[in-house]
């Protein structure tokens, strides 16, 4: 063909994707100028079909730039803040597909270049556009050297080139519209990969891209399962962190207020194990499932997991600080393991994308580490951990296996036990009955080796008793002392708790209440107002909390201002004693009331306290130089809460209608207008997760809170109205909601919380309190964009006094011994053995095995077991006259039930599965086969001590219903009987008159309890009757083949199923 001078360089340059006057473009094509009279009509359609890879490598070349310009843009900015991941049906951790991630919401098609696997595959990209570019060049020289070759010829050694521009541009057209980045990049690319085999070159650059966005993933992995670190600064990989606390990139970056990812630096129990539970989740909507499984995907988020944990212990890398190793290559083996057999695994992670089958690499490398990881970690617990010390020693104490200690146990609180509990009966307890109980065990200990005693008394001071009531209702504060703490400006008067204000002018703000005299001191208005439950309150499940409470008005006809109101904080938090809290206010008043320079609330506690490892970033940041007689304490500063703010405003009356009514203004009660109320509900989380941040102003260290839901509400607010706020929590739906009144069916504010996931709960339980803070006060909430600059909290004049009049807390899920209609637990039987349990301090790293869940699974055998052998005890001690066949016959019958359903749990069930689990964990070589051997221990205990057959459960309840009222009538009947013998014997004529007198009495008390008895005997056969029928029907479908076991034992001559149809 004949090309004019200068036209042939023309579609040389439309080639790469210039046009000019022989080539033109339009929206999806290049096309030939219709005007191009030189060629004929199949010279146009060739050259049409040829100058197509111009156009698509224009298009590639522009995605390429706007991809590469976004990556570095991106990587010059902080990582994004957005909501916390949630649970899913993978498991507790691992946020589900549906539900917010760590990661921000999906970006708009501009934004697309902010992913690194992206950038990798356009890097891929960019090379295969370089072969492109370097054949134009060899294509030009061909035709300078023959300039006669045909057209034809253009069209063949372009041929290649042109499938495989165009099946990249369809790619990159769908990766552009669907905002494909991480995972699901990888999985688009991969099944585009094979889904071409015809073209060898096709096939071999559509598998380039694979490599260079694989490259990415094995880094990450390498990352994490070998150095325990996240290399993810734009959210794409699978494991991310709850709370969406992605760390600065740097040295140092914070995560619960430690910088947690210098592994150098020792991290707290709590904080530790906050990590390993809660703080790193599986996102399952990001795994690349064509290439890694989702079950590999769990075992390489247990392993960088893992790997932290031995990495603070020194157990991992050989290096101690661990910084060198994350920013050694990432393309070879590392440097610094120090296990040899890991380096080849390492690089073949690496090369994984460049091997024939990566799948394979990919699974078999994460399954080599894995399984050595398993190992390190296990020998870390099991053997230097003494894990098995620790395991027997929770069989002593929670499975009763220490049954001298108990029995002094019961024997000691058989007088408390007797009656309902007592407000402050976990203190009467503890420092009674269960001292005496462990002093007993310490000296048992007498003539062994004094390093075997000390190891004992070491674990037997990890174990302390607890009592959490399941209801607390206060009906007024008169005689409650020992039931709350107050904590700065709080006392009790009038039947009410009275919060003051501990800052500002007291002149103005306390002129009107009955603190005024305290809150003028200098050390009175330094202090804030709090009032606490004294004992914890369990809120992992659901439950309904009432408090009411009223404002104080400014005096009648005393100076106002516009507008006056109060704001108070519900909180729930474990981390803090209210006695720690109390004492941490007093020792802040006495250090400023000497004129010391003090660091900020709590910070004279130390490392004391509920959460048992404390650091100083928990403990508030020092104040310099400041002048803090107006700084109030707000309930932020306890570092980890969760808060539902009411904030409740009153426009006096005489000022709606005029705005002159500003501060020095008389108001006019009886001027004819009705004040107004505005009711503000908030809640709001308080995390250190969430960080903190220092204020300029203040040198203060304000923590981070996110803002779930808010609620406003306008309503008359005459003056001396009480108020009613309930709160409701369903633990199975995840909600929180608050209502104004007692019956109010619509929710003021609602938010989406689970309790037990959110904040550090001590076995589902937490303090509760109420906290008052300033109108003014300021929050620092997450994500906010130009916050103002942190001021300090101050009371002012339109900050007015509240009083609560009423409190109360009730579970809506009552535990296995609760009684469903009031008033049947006369005596508290049921109350002790619901609300009794047990804490065990687990030492690091202990709660990978032995976390909060099997503890509360623990508590349930230990409440049963305790009930069971206090029964027993009492019907042992009980004194029966021998005339009495009756009560006889139904102790024998009773005791022999009770004490051969104790024995079967003892020694059938609880002993023989402990020793099983002993010989697996001794002879295991992995810490997966640790972890299997005591979750199979604790559900062979919980299903055989039938705690997961509630029918069978709640009759066995009932048969220790049945002996304890026996234990009641029993005594009755006898010195009723005594009293009836002694008066019939005595042969005087002025006794025998009186006793003639008393006779009729006597008689009938006897033929009461007699029938009393009857009864009881009725009821204990029904019940036995019912629960071997039970038993019976269950072995016999081979639901529990352990039954023939306790069948045997209770009825082994048939002498309770001698009356059962056949």
Not at 199 to 222: C, E, K
Not at 276 to 290: A, Y
Not at 803 to 819: F, G, I, M, P, R
Request: aromatic letters at 8%.
């Amino acid at each position: 063909w004949h090309c004019p001078g200068g036209k042939m360089q023309e579609v040389l340059l439309a080639l790469v994707g210039h046009t000019g006057g022989l080539i033109l473009e339009t929206e999806d094509r290049f096309i030939v100028n219709p005007d191009a009279k030189f060629l004929t009509e199949p010279e146009k359609l060739i050259l049409a079909r040829t100058v197509q890879s111009g156009y698509y490598c224009k298009q590639l070349g522009e995605f390429s730039a706007r991809v590469r310009e976004k990556h570095f843009k991106s990587s010059l900015q902080a990582p994004s803040t957005s909501t916390p991941a949630k649970s899913s049906k993978f498991g507790r951790h691992e946020a589900s597909a549906g539900a917010a991630s760590e990661v921000s919401p999906p970006q708009k098609k501009c934004e697309v270049g902010c992913s690194h696997a992206l950038y990798a595959a356009t890097r891929k990209l960019e090379e295969i556009l370089d072969q492109y570019s370097e054949k134009l060049v060899k294509l030009e020289s061909e035709l300078a050297e023959e300039p006669n070759l045909p057209l034809t010829h253009l069209e063949w050694r372009l041929g290649d080139d042109l499938l495989v521009l165009r099946v990249l541009h369809a790619l990159v057209q769908r990766i552009d519209e669907q905002v494909l980045r991480g995972g699901p990049l990888l999985d688009f690319l991969w099944q585009a990969a094979a889904s071409f085999s015809g073209n060898s070159n096709l096939h071999s650059n559509l598998w380039r891209m694979v490599s260079g966005a694989g490259q990415v993933l094995a880094n990450q992995l390498v990352g994490w399962m070998i150095y325990g670190r996240l290399i993810d600064p734009q959210a794409e990989f699978f494991v991310g962190r709850v709370w969406d606390h992605q760390p600065h990139w740097e040295p140092g970056s914070a995560l619960f207020g430690l910088p947690i990812d210098n592994f150098s630096k020792p991290l707290g129990a709590m904080e530790a194990q906050r990590e390993w539970e809660s703080n790193f989740c599986l996102m399952s909507e990001k795994v690349p499932q064509l290439i890694i499984s989702l079950e590999s995907a769990k075992k390489v988020l247990f392993v960088g997991k893992a790997v932290r944990v031995l990495l603070r212990s020194g157990k991992w890398l050989s290096k101690p600080d661990v910084h060198v190793g994350i920013d050694a290559d990432l393309q070879g083996a590392p440097r610094d393991l120090t296990v040899a057999s890991l380096v080849s695994e390492v690089a073949l992670l690496h090369k994984s994308f460049d091997a024939k089958s990566p799948v394979h690499v990919l699974e078999h490398s994460v399954e080599a580490v894995r399984k050595h990881v398993a190992s390190e970690l296990r020998q870390l617990v099991v053997e230097e951990s003494n894990l098995v010390r620790h395991l027997e020693a929770l069989k002593g104490f929670y499975l009763l296996g220490y049954g001298d200690v108990f029995q002094t146990f019961l024997e000691a609180a058989r007088e408390l036990l007797s009656r309902r509990p007592p407000p402050d009966a976990e203190v009467i307890i503890s420092h009674g009955p269960w001292s005496l109980a462990v002093s007993e065990l310490e000296a048992a200990l007498e003539g062994r080796s004094s390093t075997e005693v000390l190891k004992q008394r070491a674990l037997s001071s990890r174990f302390e008793v607890r009592f959490v009531p399941q209801q607390l209702e206060l009906q007024s504060f008169n005689d409650c002392a020992r039931q709350v703490k107050l904590i700065g400006m709080v006392r009790l008067a009038g039947g009410a708790a009275e919060l003051g204000l501990g800052g500002g002018d007291s002149r103005t703000v306390m002129s009107t209440t009955a603190s005024a005299t305290s809150s003028s001191s200098s050390m009175g208005s330094r202090q804030s107002a709090m009032l606490w439950l004294a004992t914890r309150q369990r809120v992992a499940r659901s439950f309904t909390h009432i408090f009411s409470f009223q404002l104080h008005a400014p005096a009648l006809g005393a100076p106002t201002v516009a507008e006056y109101g109060c704001r108070f904080a519900w909180c729930c938090q474990h981390r803090w004693t209210p006695s720690e809290l109390q004492r941490a206010k007093h020792l802040e008043g006495l250090v400023d009331e000497v004129g010391t320079q003090r660091g900020g609330f709590l910070s004279g506690l130390g490392t004391s306290g509920a959460s048992g490892h404390r650091s100083s970033h928990q403990l508030g940041s020092p104040t310099r130089g400041m002048d803090r007689s107006a700084y109030v304490s707000t309930w932020t500063s306890i570092g980890e809460c969760l808060a539902v703010e009411v904030t409740f405003c009153v426009i006096p009356s005489g000022t709606h209608s005029s705005s002159s009514g500003g501060v020095g203004s008389t108001g006019n009660s009886n001027s004819g207008f009705n004040p107004l109320g505005e009711l503000k509900v908030a809640v709001y989380i308080c995390h250190p997760g969430l960080g903190s941040l220092d204020s300029k102003s203040s040198s203060r260290l304000e923590s981070l809170v996110h803002c779930l839901s808010t609620g406003t509400m306008t309503m008359p607010a005459p003056r001396g109205k009480v108020h009613t706020i309930r709160l409701e929590y369903t633990a199975g739906q995840r909600s929180l909601r608050i209502f104004l009144g007692m019956d109010s069916t619509e929710a003021l504010c609602e938010a989406e919380v689970d309790l037990e996931q959110t904040i550090a709960l001590h076995l589902g339980s937490a303090y509760l309190g109420l906290c008052l803070l300033p109108l003014d006060h300021e929050h620092r909430l997450v994500g906010e964009t130009n916050p103002p600059d942190l001021k300090e909290a101050k009371y002012t004049s339109r900050d007015r006094p509240i009083s609560v009049t009423s409190w109360s807390h009730e579970l809506l899920e009552k535990s296995d011994y609760s009684l469903r209609r009031s008033g049947e637990d006369a005596l508290g039987l049921e109350t002790w053995f619901s609300c009794l349990e047990l804490d065990y301090n687990v030492p690091w790293p202990l709660p990978l095995v032995l976390p909060q869940s099997a503890l509360a699974n623990y508590n349930r055998v230990f409440q049963l077991l305790l009930a069971f052998r206090h029964v027993h005890m009492e019907l042992q001690a009980l004194t029966l006259p021998r005339g009495d066949l009756l009560a006889w016959a139904l102790r024998h019958e009773i005791a022999f039930f009770l004490s051969q359903i104790l024995q079967y749990f003892q020694q059938d069930v609880v002993e023989v599965a402990h020793q099983k689990m002993l010989r697996i964990i001794q002879s295991s070589d992995s810490f997966d086969v640790v972890v299997c051997a005591h979750e199979e221990f604790m559900g062979t205990v919980m299903t055989h001590c039938f705690l997961r057959t509630p029918e069978l459960h709640a009759l066995l309840m009932s048969a220790l219903r049945t002996a304890i009222l026996f234990c009641r009538v029993a005594p009755t009947s006898t010195l009723a009987g005594s009293k009836a013998a002694a008066s019939a014997s005595k042969s005087t004529s002025a006794t025998r008159s009186h006793s003639q007198a008393r006779a009729p009495h006597s008689v009938a008390s006897s033929g009461r309890r007699g029938t009393e008895l009857r009864r009881l005997q009725t009821d204990f056969e029904t019940i036995t009757s019912s629960v071997l029928r039970m038993m019976h029907s269950m072995h016999r479908v081979g639901m529990h083949t352990h039954l023939s076991k306790v069948l045997l034992r209770l009825d082994y001559n048939g002498y309770f199923s001698g009356s059962l149809d056949p």
